[in-house]
């Protein structure tokens, strides 16, 4: 009887070891390497408008703030560009961006003003919805960004999100290259804050707020955390791959 109660304890112990040292391992591998989110705009220059009158900069706050707590939620280590209200030049969002896993830059989506009536004064339109991803070329990291991309564009796919084929229109402002069309990952050379990352970067847009629909969607927690867990296989690649070079 003695000797049963003492390999329970035994057991027992091993399990609380085991956990306790997974739990660590995990840590450290993801605490290694940081995540830079990048919340678009600012509270003076909000962006685009959307249907229901709310300012771009809101929304990508309000999306940056639910991916940063997800990651963190899975022990990966996340700097922001900005606080919620700090003005930010393009040029100060990509300086400290050297030597970190992924640069992530969040925004909201319009369209081109001929497509656009207004309601009420704000812009609204039904002729693009979804979300897209941009990667440039003159990114030092290109073909890491591309690789993250894909995995982010699978992984939104894989959970139901489509993307929006309107950039690649052959019209004035927009005529972006379509990567993949299939996961919605277009070339943007000359994106800024893409270009001066020193790390590789990707840009996504959530959805088109002056689509009605999309400017719905995006504000609901089961939107935001279909995209926090799309991003997670993006970053842990990532992570993953960055420490391997060390
Ligand atoms: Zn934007």
């Given at each position: 009887?003695?000797h049963?109660?003492n390999?329970?304890?035994?057991i027992?112990?091993?399990?609380?070891?085991?956990t306790?040292?997974?739990?660590?391992a995990?840590?450290?591998?993801?605490?290694?390497?940081?995540?830079i989110?990048?919340?678009g705009h600012?509270?003076?220059?909000y962006?685009?408008?959307?249907?229901?009158g709310?300012?771009?900069?809101?929304?990508?706050?309000?999306?940056?703030?639910?991916?940063e707590?997800?990651?963190?939620s899975?022990?990966?280590?996340?700097?922001k560009?900005r606080?919620?209200?700090?003005e930010?030049?393009l040029k100060?969002?990509?300086?400290?961006?050297s030597g970190?896993?992924l640069?992530i830059s969040?925004?909201?989506?319009?369209?081109?003003?001929k497509?656009?009536?207004?309601?009420?004064?704000?812009?609204?339109?039904?002729?693009?919805?979804?979300?897209?991803?941009?990667v440039?070329?003159?990114?030092p990291?290109?073909?890491?960004?591309?690789?993250y991309?894909?995995?982010?564009?699978?992984?939104?796919?894989?959970?139901?999100?489509?993307?929006?084929?309107h950039?690649?229109e052959?019209?004035?402002?927009e005529?972006?290259?379509?990567?993949?069309?299939?996961?919605g990952?277009?070339?943007?050379?000359?994106l800024?804050?893409l270009r001066?990352?020193?790390?590789?970067?990707?840009?996504?847009?959530?959805?088109?707020?002056?689509?009605?629909?999309?400017?719905?969607?995006v504000?609901?927690?089961?939107?935001?955390?279909?995209?926090?867990e799309?991003?997670?296989?993006?970053?842990?690649?990532?992570?993953?791959?960055?420490?391997?070079?060390?």
């Amino acid at each position: 009887m003695r000797h049963i109660k003492n390999m329970r304890k035994i057991i027992s112990l091993c399990v609380i070891y085991c956990t306790v040292f997974l739990c660590l391992a995990t840590s450290i591998v993801y605490a290694d390497s940081v995540i830079i989110l990048d919340p678009g705009h600012t509270k003076i220059r909000y962006g685009t408008k959307s249907c229901s009158g709310g300012h771009e900069f809101q929304y990508n706050n309000e999306m940056t703030d639910f991916i940063e707590e997800y990651l963190k939620s899975n022990n990966i280590q996340v700097l922001k560009t900005r606080s919620v209200n700090q003005e930010i030049s393009l040029k100060g969002r990509t300086e400290n961006s050297s030597g970190k896993a992924l640069f992530i830059s969040i925004h909201h989506d319009s369209a081109q003003e001929k497509y656009i009536s207004y309601e009420n004064g704000n812009p609204c339109s039904n002729y693009a919805s979804g979300y897209s991803i941009f990667v440039s070329r003159k990114n030092p990291f290109f073909e890491d960004s591309l690789q993250y991309a894909k995995i982010l564009g699978r992984n939104l796919r894989r959970l139901g999100l489509t993307p929006t084929l309107h950039h690649a229109e052959k019209i004035h402002g927009e005529n972006r290259e379509l990567i993949d069309k299939e996961l919605g990952i277009y070339r943007f050379d000359d994106l800024f804050v893409l270009r001066t990352a020193k790390c590789p970067a990707v840009l996504f847009e959530s959805g088109v707020i002056i689509n009605p629909y999309d400017d719905q969607l995006v504000k609901t927690h089961e939107y935001k955390n279909k995209v926090a867990e799309s991003m997670l296989e993006m970053v842990k690649t990532a992570i993953v791959k960055k420490n391997d070079n060390k």
